[in-house]
Structure formats: C-alpha cells, structure tokens
C-alpha cells in the first residue's frame, strides 16, 4: 500500500494506489463536488485506511465549524484524485508532502520538512492551496525489533554503521537501488549493507515484512513510521536525522476557490493536533485488534481532541 516502485515519483504514485476496490467513487452517484459555495465541502480520501480515517476527521471538523462537509472516500491513487480536486470534483483531500512534491515536481530534491514545506509551495498551481502540514508523518523507516536496538544499543540509522557487515535488511526490492534506499543509507550514514545481504520482500512493508523482522529472519526492515506493527512487535524506528527519507507530513489540499480564513483556521487546528504518535494510535485502532470503522475512530478522536467544538 505504500512505497514500492522503481524510483521515487513512482513511489509517489504508487504509495496510495495500492489498496481498495474496482469501484469509482468519483462516476458513482454523478453527484460532483460542491460548486461554487465556499461553506460547503466534499471531502475525499486515498483508498488506504489512513487517507479515509484523516478524511474523515478533516469532515467531522468542518461540520463543528458549520461547514456543509461530506466524504467520497477510497478515490484511488494521487493520478485520480489531484485531478479531481482541481475540477471540483472533490473539494479537500489529505496528502503527504515530500511524494505531493514529488507529483507536481519530479525534479525536486527537498528531504527535509521546511524544504520540502517551500517546494511543495511553490510546486503548487493557481488551482490548488495547502494548509499548515501536520507533525504527524508517514514516512520511509529503518525498523529494528527492540532486541537488535538494545544490543547494539541503536537510535539513529548512523548506529547501525558498525555492524553493516551483519545486516541482513528487507524491503521492496527497488530499495536495493532507490536513491533513498540501500544507496542513501551508505552515503548519508555510513551503513553500508552488503548486496548478498539484501532480502527482497514485495509486499511494501506489509505482513511478509513484518513476519520476516519479528521472526529474525532479517535484521532490519524498511516499514513506515505509522505502521501499527511498530507498536504491536515492539519494534524501534530508528531516527533519520539527516533526512535521507524525504519528509512526509499529512497536508490537507483543496481547490482554491474554497479559500477562506476559517476554513484555513479549522484545517490548522486540526494539523495542531496530528501527530506522528496519534497517527499510529488511530491506525492502531483501525486496524488492530478494536477494528474499530475508520469513521468512528475519526469522530472519537475529534472528540477526545476538542475539534467538535467551533475553532476559536
């Protein structure tokens, strides 16, 4: 469901076009966006939980600040649904920085949050604006179990330079070559992994991936940093302080003509509150053992926060 391609604006594309059914949510009802009116809002989402569970928290809020809101969720990929908020098809949608960048600009080099912040910016065209990007990111990671982190005492990526040597490390088999991947570990942190030590497991960082780290059949893994197998094993994701993996905050994107002064107030004070950790909480809820609806998680988390009440 995540990054799995051949090369990072493919990865772009392809980190939120994995999942979901063969139905259209934008040719189904023939309903459209909501046209013209700036109080009102149809909210779309990615087709993976997260997109759907932070869709449905950005509704619930703007229905507290007296918005019209309302979700077509599990639109596709980022080829599907850029384009439909350009033309109003949908309104608002939540995004991820550094692969939005990468979209609109498959040049751009921007790892770090403010950089990418300001080329996100300026990628931006006339028919679209982004709000405050939230803390909380999804992102590329280097997992170890908590064994493997206490024994070699690891906190950063850096730390695993030493025992390079002994890493035996999965994930999707571009990140043998991606620049981000195996390449990027070495040049930015010293960790160079033998090749014979690279096990290619094409599932994204899903299941397969988290079996082969949890049962010691590999060292280290490239997970995400919201994945909920991290709390469920244990695991430790260890810090990328040099930024090889380009930031990826949650970015709430809509259609310009909707630009108003308390829209932009209720999408930063919901970006206020998205962490990382609240992240993984709420896919944790989803997807863990509550199977919680991500609708539902979306309401009690708006709740907990304090965002169904009007944004001072």
Do not use: H
Request: overall charge negative; some cysteine.
């Amino acid at each position: 469901m995540r990054v799995a391609a051949t090369a990072l604006v493919a990865a772009a594309a392809l980190t939120l076009s994995a999942c979901g059914g063969d139905s259209d949510p934008l040719s189904s009802g023939g309903e459209g966006g909501s046209g013209g009116d700036p109080n009102t809002i149809v909210v779309g989402s990615a087709n993976f939980t997260e997109s759907e569970i932070i869709a449905n928290i950005y509704a619930d809020a703007l229905k507290a600040n007296g918005f019209d809101a309302s979700t077509r969720l599990s639109i596709g990929s980022r080829e599907a649904y850029i384009p439909a908020v350009r033309d109003g098809s949908i309104d608002l949608i939540p995004d991820y920085t550094g692969n939005l960048l990468l979209y609109l600009d498959p040049e751009a080099t921007a790892t770090a949050p403010d950089e990418v912040n300001t080329a996100l910016t300026a990628a931006l065209s006339d028919d679209l604006l982004a709000s405050t990007p939230a803390p909380g990111e999804d992102k590329d990671a280097v997992v170890v179990t908590r064994d493997t982190a206490t024994r070699w005492n690891l906190t950063n990526i850096a730390d695993l330079a030493p025992y390079a040597g002994e890493v035996k490390f999965g994930g999707p088999p571009e990140f043998a070559e991606r620049p981000v991947g195996l390449p990027g570990l070495r040049d930015k942190y010293g960790v160079d992994i033998p090749a014979a030590n690279f096990v290619p497991i094409s599932d994204g960082g899903g299941p397969a991936t988290v079996a082969a780290l949890a049962a010691g059949d590999i060292t280290a893994a490239n997970l995400f940093t919201t994945t909920p197998a991290i709390v469920e094993n244990d695991f430790v994701a260890l810090g990328d302080p040099d930024n090889n993996f380009p930031a990826q905050n949650v970015v709430p994107v809509y259609n310009s003509s909707k630009k108003s002064d308390k829209l932009t107030a209720v999408l930063d004070a919901v970006s206020a509150k998205l962490t990382t950790v609240e992240l993984l909480a709420l896919n944790q809820e989803v997807s863990g053992d509550a199977k919680t609806e991500p609708a539902a998680a979306a309401n009690a988390w708006v709740v907990e926060q304090g965002l169904d009440k009007p944004v001072s």
